[in-house]
């Protein structure tokens, strides 16, 4: 091999060391300005989060009724709606009685099937909420027949 050769070959490596050099130099002072400019990420915890107030409730009131969704017009009605009208209708809510119990295992079953997002400090709001104006009712369509006198069909 030549002398020229060789020394095309060195001047190549060294072109790939410095490359590799500059390439991992780059990196270096990527990493330097994205600690300086989250220095939270070296202390493993999460920065603080803002905290967002609830908006009043929008839309017409009427008797008593949130008009846009049926809901009733008690405290926590703006977390109601913010949290649970943004995946499904208020029908879906409207139509079901539960429990306290009941509402809170249903909201665990959307957390977990759902992707139903943490509530908070905003869930014991919606859970009373939805506990106190859509609990079980003790009655069905129809108040039970009482004193009835039953009478046999004549073929």
Known sequence: MSHENKFKQQVRRLYHKLIIAFGLIGIAVFAFIYVALNPSILHNKPE?????????VEGKIENGIHMET?????????????NCTNCHSAKL???????KEGWIATIRW??????????GNQEEAIVNYLAINY??????????????EWYSLKD
Not at 48 to 56: D, G, N, S, Y
Not at 110 to 119: A, I, P, S, V, Y
């Open 93 to 99: 809510v409207t139509q079901n009685r539960m429990t």
């Open 110 to 119: 959307m957390q977990e099937t759902q992707n139903l997002w943490d509530l």
């Open 135 to 148: 609990a079980p009712q003790k009655k069905g369509r129809r108040e039970v027949l009482t004193n009835v």
């Open 70 to 82: 049926g809901f009733v017009d008690e405290e926590g009605l703006a977390e109601v709606i913010q």
């Open 48 to 56: 603080e989060t803002e905290i967002i107030a609830i908006p009043q």
